[in-house]
C-alpha cells in the first residue's frame, strides 16, 4: 500500500486504475479487500492524511464489531434499504465469515454481554493496522489527503469501455487545516473503469465523515435523503431543573416506547441538562423521528418498573389505592422507597408530574393517531390528564404515571454529535449490486447510502457487508468490460 502525501507544488499525476474507491472508513477498506482480491488494480483516496479515523474512533469504548443475534432478527434491525436485500448482503458476509476474517488479520473475537463481537482486546488500532497490512501486501494504492471534487462519466475512443474521471483536490501537509482547499487549491485527475463511493453520512465529521458530497451527487442529479442524526440523543424541555447531583445518572431496568406498547424496548438512559441519552432512546431514534416528521411532535413514553404491573406499584404502596397524595416534598422519599426507585427515577418521574408544559393534553386515547398509548384497564381513573397533576391524585393515578411517564421531546441532537446518521442515497436509483442503475460503473456503499441501524454491532457490520457487496460487484463489472 502506497500512501501517496503530496509535498510538491505540482501533485504527480496518477495512473488509470480498475477500482477507484473514495472514502477510507470500514465500507471502503473492505470493498478494496474483496476488488483486490479478485486481482484487480485499486486505489483508495481519503481527504484525511490516514485511513480508518471513523474505525478507530468507533473503537474508544470497546469496539463492537458485531453482534450473534439469530439472522432474521439481525437482518431486521436495518431500517432503509430493501429488507431481501439486507438478508442477502448479511448472507454474504454473515458473523461466521466476520469473525473467520478477524482470525485470518491474526485477531481473536469472544460474544460479550447482549450477543456483541468484540476483538479480544477490544480496540480498534490492532485489527486496523494488520487490516492496512495485507492491503499493503495485496498492492492498494492509498492517497492521502486527496479530496474528491468531481466525478464525471466518460467513453473512450480507443477500447469504447465506458470510464470514470475523477478530479480529487490536494491539501498539503503543511496547510494548518488539511481537510480545507484553499481557493487556488492544486488538483489531480484520475480515471478509473469503476468507482465505489464510501463517503460516510454526517457523523463526527472530524473523521472526514462531512456529508460534503451531497451537493455534489445532487447536481449529478443522483436522488438522496437529506442527511439527519441517528443513533443520538434527544432534547427535553424539563419543567423543572434537574439537580445537578442526577445529570449523567442513569435510568437502569426500564423499558420505553414512541407511542406503541406493543413496540416497547428495555433498556438504561442518561439524564442530561438538555433532554435524554443513552441506548434505548437509540434503539427509538428511527420511529421518534418519523412520529416528529409525520404529526409535528413525539414523545418517548417510560416504564420505571416493567417488571411490575401497575397493580403491584399500588399493593408496594402499603395503603388505599385511592388515597390521596399531595405532590410535595414528602411523597417523593416515600415512592423511592416503597418502589425501589433510584434518585434518577425520582427526578423524572418528579419532573414531568409537576411540569407545566411536560404531559400532553390527552395521554391515554384509543385513537392509534394520537401516538399516545392505549388506556390499560383499571390503571388510571380519568380518561384525561390535565397538562399539570392537579388534586386530588391518588396512589393509583402515580402507579399509572410510572407505567407510562410521557416525555415530550423538542429535537434530536446535533447531527455532528451523533453516533450515525440517516439518509443518503435513495435505494430507488441502486440496484441490488449497490450500483447507480443510471449510471453503469458507479457504486456505493458504508453510511452514505439510505440505511441506519442501533449499536449494538449492527453499524459496523452492516458498513462491513455494504463494503463486501460494492467491491465483489464491481470487481465483476470491470471483469466484464475487459472481457
Request: include cysteine.
Amino acid at each position: 500500500m502506497q500512501e501517496k502525501n503530496p509535498k510538491n507544488s505540482s501533485p504527480p499525476p496518477i495512473a488509470p486504475v480498475q477500482v477507484a474507491i473514495i472514502g477510507g472508513g470500514p465500507a471502503g477498506l473492505r470493498a478494496a479487500e474483496v476488488a483486490l482480491a479478485q486481482g484487480l488494480h485499486v486505489a483508495l483516496f481519503d481527504q484525511k492524511p490516514s485511513p480508518g479515523r471513523k474505525f478507530l474512533l468507533a473503537g474508544k469504548g470497546g469496539l463492537n464489531i458485531s453482534n450473534a443475534m439469530p439472522a432474521d432478527a439481525f437482518a431486521a434491525q436495518y431500517k432503509g434499504g430493501r429488507a431481501p436485500l439486507w438478508k442477502s448482503m448479511l448472507a454474504d458476509f454473515t458473523l461466521e465469515d466476520l469473525r473467520a476474517w478477524a482470525q485470518d488479520l491474526g485477531v481473536e473475537t469472544f460474544i460479550g454481554t447482549s450477543n456483541r463481537l468484540f476483538p479480544r482486546d477490544k480496540y480498534a488500532a490492532p485489527l486496523l493496522r494488520r487490516w492496512l497490512h495485507r492491503l499493503r501486501t495485496w498492492g492498494l494504492h492509498v492517497y492521502t489527503r486527496h479530496k474528491l471534487l468531481s466525478l464525471q462519466r466518460l467513453t473512450k475512443a480507443s477500447n469504447a469501455h465506458p470510464t470514470w474521471r475523477l478530479t480529487l483536490g490536494v491539501a498539503t501537509p503543511e496547510a494548518a487545516a488539511p481537510e480545507a482547499q484553499p481557493a487556488s487549491a492544486q488538483s489531480v485527475v484520475c480515471e478509473a473503469l469503476s468507482v465505489i463511493l464510501a463517503l460516510g453520512g454526517g457523523s463526527y465529521p472530524e473523521t472526514g465523515s462531512d456529508g460534503s458530497w451531497v451537493n455534489m451527487l445532487l447536481q449529478q442529479g443522483i436522488a438522496t435523503q437529506p442527511l439527519a442524526p441517528a443513533n443520538c440523543g434527544w432534547e427535553v424541555d424539563w419543567p423543572t431543573p434537574l439537580p445537578s447531583a442526577v445529570e449523567g445518572q442513569p435510568l437502569k431496568n426500564i423499558a420505553a416506547h414512541a407511542g406503541d406498547p406493543a413496540h416497547a424496548r428495555a433498556g438504561e438512559l442518561l439524564l442530561t441538562r438538555y433532554g435524554i441519552e443513552g441506548g434505548l432512546i437509540y434503539q427509538l431514534g428511527n420511529e421518534l423521528r418519523m412520529r416528529q416528521c409525520n404529526a409535528g411532535k413525539a414523545a418517548l413514553y417510560l416504564d420505571l418498573k416493567p417488571a411490575r404491573s401497575a397493580e403491584e406499584l399500588v399493593a408496594l404502596w402499603k395503603g388505599s389505592a385511592d388515597e390521596v397524595v399531595t405532590l410535595d416534598s414528602r411523597l417523593w422519599p416515600r415512592l423511592e422507597k416503597a418502589w425501589k426507585l433510584s434518585r434518577a427515577h425520582i427526578s423524572i418521574l418528579k419532573a414531568v408530574a409537576l411540569g407545566n408544559s411536560c404531559l400532553p393534553d390527552t395521554l391515554y386515547s384509543s385513537k392509534a393517531e394520537d401516538h399516545s398509548p392505549k388506556q390499560p384497564p383499571e390503571s388510571i381513573s380519568r380518561q384525561k390528564l390535565p397538562c399539570t397533576l392537579q388534586p386530588p391524585w391518588t396512589i393509583r393515578d402515580l402507579s399509572a404515571l410510572a407505567k407510562a411517564l410521557p416525555v415530550p421531546l423538542t429535537r434530536p441532537r446535533p447531527i455532528e454529535e451523533a453516533i450515525s446518521s440517516a439518509g443518503g442515497v435513495c435505494w430507488d436509483g441502486v440496484t441490488d449490486e449497490l450500483m447507480l442503475a443510471a449510471s453503469p460503473g458507479l457504486f456505493f456503499a458504508g453510511e452514505m447510502l439510505d440505511w441506519e441501524a442501533p449499536t449494538g454491532g449492527f453499524l459496523l457490520h452492516g458498513a462491513l457487508a455494504t463494503g463486501t457487496r460494492a467491491g465483489k460487484s464491481a470487481a465483476c463489472f470491470c471483469k466484464d468490460l475487459m472481457a
